[in-house]
């Protein structure tokens, strides 16, 4: 087959991955010289330890193992499988945690509960205040500043696989084809949209009630730490976001521990993975209501800076980049993404979220089985 990839996202370099795998052809079309989108700005963790149970966690665990088996083909990855510590810093957060070690599906997601001792055992760069700590075995990590253009450059040599950057896809030719604005048009066998957040234009048009919204977040990157920090770490504001948190626990977390007001006012949670230079990767907020600002809010850098240096014990080294991303989720969230036909042979796949990074290999994997690659 000769398979039409537009997107060079990591959803859409997924997608061009398994083609080629597959022994197709792939033409793969980006609006970029290179991928700019949500796909880099993102921690580049691979999250297995808050996802919902069931269909998204499978989703989860299947990406898992792609990541972990393309990471030994493609070293540039940097695929890591660090895990995840969550700190709790009191009885309330603590029995959210517990109550995670109940779950059904608890062991497939590698959760442990440690001690304090213990969780500095494990990640010795954690030496603030703190309880306890929820450990995910089955969480990892990648670069994602640099994963994209990995795929990318391991595709090339396949010899079957041919990037054209600097091109938007501006019409859907027919049942099999995509005119990009060169005026050029590509022809395949299949066709598929991984758009990313870009819904508007040739999206709207094709699907104008798309369930699919766009969510915006900042985060930042510092200077290298000085030591290893051999674990993602979250703090227990991600237990407010992440579905597989959802208990009584957590309802009475929410009900007696209110969040701090920056953090409630800008979605917050932290998150933090050590980037291969040794930088720290912090973030981060979420915002849904459009039109989104242009500019980054300096409140929330305050409020993670004061939570990853509790934990930390230590100052943070110097920040160095700041930053806002943009992704598109879907509106209901038990769907892992949006699969749309919209032609006979084109396809539409966007709105993962969050979950883009952590789920794309197992996210285009179905498509390829959807579609008889």
Same mark, same amino acid.
């Given at each position: 087959?000769?398979?039409?990839?537009?997107?060079?996202?990591?959803?859409?370099?997924?997608?061009?991955?398994?083609?080629?795998?597959r022994g197709h052809e792939v033409v793969q079309i980006e609006r970029e010289a290179e991928a700019r989108g949500a796909s880099l700005r993102?921690?580049?963790?691979?999250?297995?330890?808050?996802?919902?149970?069931?269909?998204?966690?499978?989703?989860?665990?299947?990406?898992?193992?792609?990541?972990?088996?393309?990471?030994?083909?493609?070293?540039?990855?940097?695929?890591?499988?660090?895990?995840?510590?969550?700190?709790?810093?009191?009885?309330?957060?603590?029995?959210?945690?517990?109550?995670?070690l109940s779950r059904p599906d608890a062991a497939s997601r590698g959760y442990r509960l440690l001690t304090a001792d213990q969780a500095r055992?494990?990640?010795?760069?954690?030496?603030?205040?703190?309880?306890?700590?929820?450990?995910?075995?089955?969480?990892?990590?990648?670069?994602?500043?640099?994963?994209?253009?990995?795929?990318?450059?391991?595709?090339?040599?396949?010899?079957?696989?041919?990037?054209?950057? &600097?091109?938007? $896809? %501006? #019409?859907? !030719?027919? *049942?099999?084809? /995509? +005119?990009?604005?060169?005026?050029?048009?590509?022809?395949? =066998?299949?066709?598929?949209?991984?758009?990313?957040?870009?819904? &508007?234009?040739? $999206? %709207? #048009?094709? !699907?104008? *009630?798309?369930? /699919? +919204?766009?969510?915006?977040?900042?985060?930042?990157?510092? =200077?290298?730490?000085?030591?290893a920090l051999t674990t993602s770490v979250a703090d227990a504001d991600s237990f407010r976001y992440y579905p597989a948190y959802a208990s009584?626990?957590?309802?009475?977390?929410?009900?007696?521990?209110?969040?701090?007001?920056?953090?409630?006012?800008?979605?917050?949670?932290?998150?933090?993975?050590?980037?291969?230079?040794?930088?720290?990767?912090?973030?981060?907020?979420?915002?849904?209501?459009?039109?989104?600002?242009?500019?980054?809010?300096?409140?929330?850098?305050?409020?993670?800076?004061?939570?990853?240096?509790?934990?930390?014990?230590?100052?943070?080294?110097?920040?160095?980049?700041?930053?806002?991303?943009?992704?598109?989720?879907?509106?209901?969230?038990?769907?892992?993404?949006?699969?749309?036909?919209?032609?006979?042979?084109?396809?539409?796949?966007?709105?993962?979220?969050?979950?883009?990074?952590?789920?794309?290999?197992?996210?285009?994997?179905?498509?390829?089985?959807?579609?008889?690659?």
């Amino acid at each position: 087959m000769r398979v039409i990839v537009v997107g060079a996202g990591v959803v859409g370099m997924m997608h061009a991955w398994h083609a080629v795998e597959r022994g197709h052809e792939v033409v793969q079309i980006e609006r970029e010289a290179e991928a700019r989108g949500a796909s880099l700005r993102n921690f580049g963790q691979i999250w297995v330890s808050g996802r919902a149970g069931g269909a998204e966690l499978e989703t989860a665990l299947r990406a898992r193992e792609l990541w972990e088996s393309i990471g030994a083909r493609v070293p540039e990855l940097g695929f890591r499988a660090i895990g995840s510590l969550t700190p709790v810093r009191n009885e309330l957060e603590l029995a959210v945690a517990e109550a995670a070690l109940s779950r059904p599906d608890a062991a497939s997601r590698g959760y442990r509960l440690l001690t304090a001792d213990q969780a500095r055992a494990v990640n010795p760069a954690l030496r603030g205040t703190y309880e306890a700590a929820l450990w995910c075995e089955r969480d990892a990590a990648v670069e994602p500043r640099t994963a994209s253009l990995a795929l990318k450059n391991k595709l090339l040599e396949s010899g079957g696989y041919t990037f054209l950057g &600097g091109r938007e $896809v %501006r #019409e859907v !030719v027919g *049942d099999n084809a /995509v +005119r990009d604005d060169h005026g050029d048009v590509h022809t395949g =066998d299949a066709v598929v949209l991984c758009t990313g957040a870009w819904l &508007g234009g040739l $999206v %709207r #048009e094709l !699907v104008p *009630d798309l369930p /699919v +919204r766009r969510v915006r977040l900042q985060m930042m990157q510092t =200077d290298p730490l000085g030591e290893a920090l051999t674990t993602s770490v979250a703090d227990a504001d991600s237990f407010r976001y992440y579905p597989a948190y959802a208990s009584q626990a957590l309802d009475t977390l929410n009900a007696e521990q209110a969040q701090e007001p920056t953090a409630a006012a800008h979605r917050m949670q932290l998150l933090m993975v050590q980037r291969r230079d040794g930088g720290l990767t912090i973030g981060d907020t979420h915002e849904y209501e459009h039109p989104f600002a242009f500019d980054v809010v300096e409140e929330p850098y305050e409020h993670v800076t004061r939570v990853a240096e509790a934990f930390l014990g230590r100052p943070l080294p110097r920040v160095r980049h700041r930053w806002a991303g943009v992704y598109a989720q879907c509106v209901d969230r038990s769907q892992v993404v949006h699969r749309q036909r919209v032609r006979d042979a084109v396809w539409l796949v966007t709105g993962p979220g969050g979950r883009g990074m952590t789920c794309s290999p197992a996210i285009a994997e179905t498509t390829a089985d959807e579609l008889g690659w």
